[in-house]
């Protein structure tokens, strides 16, 4: 199984910013499509970013401007970088590939509140 572990969530002010990190098994982010998802409460988990082997960038209207997904292949690594965050950017984020594995990483928390 391949391994997907996020970390980087928290508490946070609205306009403030927070880093994503996702570690993954060695040679995955250098082959696959890997995105960040998000699944609030009570809604479904959506697909944020991702970011191609090529380098392409792909972002969700209400995130647009705001969000920058990037890899390091040889750390094995993907980021989000979360700027101006905004109340109903809060949920669970996840990475996996795109599209996703059947089975999903733990996820962190990041919540937006004043």
């Known amino acids: 199984q391949v391994q997907l572990v996020e970390s980087g969530g928290g508490l946070v002010q609205p306009g403030k910013s927070l880093r994503l990190s996702c570690v993954t098994s060695?040679?995955?982010?250098?082959?696959?499509?890997m995105g960040w998802y998000r699944q609030a409460p009570g809604k479904t988990r959506e697909l944020v970013a991702y970011?191609?082997?090529?380098?392409?960038?792909w972002y969700t209207d209400s995130v647009k401007g705001r969000f920058a997904i990037s890899r390091d292949n040889a750390e094995n690594m993907v980021y989000l970088l979360m700027n101006m965050l905004k109340a109903e950017d809060t949920a669970v984020y996840y990475c996996?590939?795109?599209?996703?594995?059947?089975?999903w990483g733990q996820g962190t928390q990041v919540t937006v509140s004043s």
């Open positions: 060695r040679g995955i982010t250098s082959i696959y499509t």
């Open positions: 996996n590939k795109v599209p996703s594995y059947g089975y």
């Open positions: 970011i191609t082997s090529f380098g392409t960038t």
